[in-house]
C-alpha cells in the first residue's frame, strides 16, 4: 500500500490564498497520496502558547516546529512556507528521505537582496536564512521538539536546527526544492518555488518571475464545470 506524503503548511490569515494554491499545485502534479495539515494558530493555541515576536513575519514563524509533536513522532513529515508553488511531482522529493538524517532541507548560503518584504516586514538577516522554509522531518528523531522546547526556545535556536546534536544530522536537498524568488536567477528546472520577498498575490510583486504559473493555479482552485446551457 503506498503511504500518504504528510505535509505540513504554514497558514497566514494575511494571505489565506497562498495555502490553497500552494495545496492546489501540489495535488495537481502528485502521484502519490497526500495528506494536508495546515499550521493555523487557531487550530493549535490550545498547544502553542509562545507570545508573538515582533520579528516574525508569518504567524507560523515559530510554530512550523511542532510539526514532529503533530505527527507523532512517528515516520516522516514534509513543511513548507504557504508562499511556495510545486511545479513538479512531489514524489520526486518524497523520495529523497534518508534515514540517516533527522532533518533534510535546501542549505541556502545567501544574504537577502532586500531589507524589507511584504507588508513592510524587516527581512531578517541570520546564518541558516530560510533554511526552516522547507524541511523534511523525519520526526522520530526530532523528539527534542517538544512543546516545552518548542514554546520557550529562541528562534535562531529553532531556525538554525540547534535541537540536533549537531549539522551532521541535517541531510541536504537540492536548491531546486526551495527555490527563492529574485534572491536566484529564474530556473526552468526549479520544482518548488518560494515567493521569500512576498507572493504575486501582493500588488508589488505579481510581475516577478514565476507569478504567471502561481494566477494559473489560483484560477484552477477557483473553477467549476458549469452546466451546459
Not at 507569478?211 to 458549469?226: G, K, N, P, S
Amino acid at each position: 500500500m503506498t503511504q500518504s506524503a504528510n505535509i505540513y503548511i504554514g497558514f497566514d490569515s494575511k494571505e489565506v490564498v497562498a495555502y490553497h494554491v500552494l495545496c492546489q499545485s501540489i495535488l495537481e502534479k502528485s502521484s502519490i497520496p497526500v495528506a494536508f495539515t495546515p499550521i493555523s494558530l487557531n487550530n493549535v493555541e490550545k498547544i502553542f502558547t509562545r507570545e508573538r515576536n515582533a520579528l516574525q513575519s508569518t504567524e507560523f514563524s515559530f510554530s512550523r516546529f511542532l510539526v514532529p509533536y503533530l505527527s507523532n513522532y512517528e515516520g516522516w513529515s514534509l513543511f513548507a512556507d504557504c508562499d511556495m508553488l510545486m511545479r513538479t511531482d512531489i514524489a520526486k522529493l518524497w523520495e529523497l528521505r534518508d534515514d540517516r538524517y533527522a532533518a533534510m532541507c535546501v542549505k541556502h548560503d545567501y544574504v537577502p537582496k532586500v531589507e524589507t518584504k511584504f507588508l513592510g516586514q524587516v527581512q531578517t538577516k541570520y546564518e541558516k536564512k530560510n533554511w526552516s522554509s522547507v524541511i523534511l522531518f523525519n520526526n522520530a528523531k526530532c523528539r527534542k521538539l517538544d512543546l516545552d522546547f518548542v514554546n520557550s526556545a529562541t528562534g535562531l535556536e529553532l531556525h538554525q536546527f540547534k535541537w540536533l546534536e549537531s549539522d551532521d544530522h541535517i541531510g541536504e536537498l537540492p536548491a531546486s526544492w526551495n527555490w527563492l524568488v529574485n534572491e536566484y536567477e529564474y530556473s526552468p528546472e526549479a520544482n518548488l518555488v518560494h515567493f521569500t520577498d512576498g507572493g504575486p498575490y501582493f500588488e508589488e510583486y505579481k510581475g516577478d518571475d514565476y507569478a504567471d504559473e502561481w494566477f494559473a493555479a489560483r484560477d484552477r482552485v477557483l473553477h467549476v464545470t458549469q452546466r451546459a446551457s
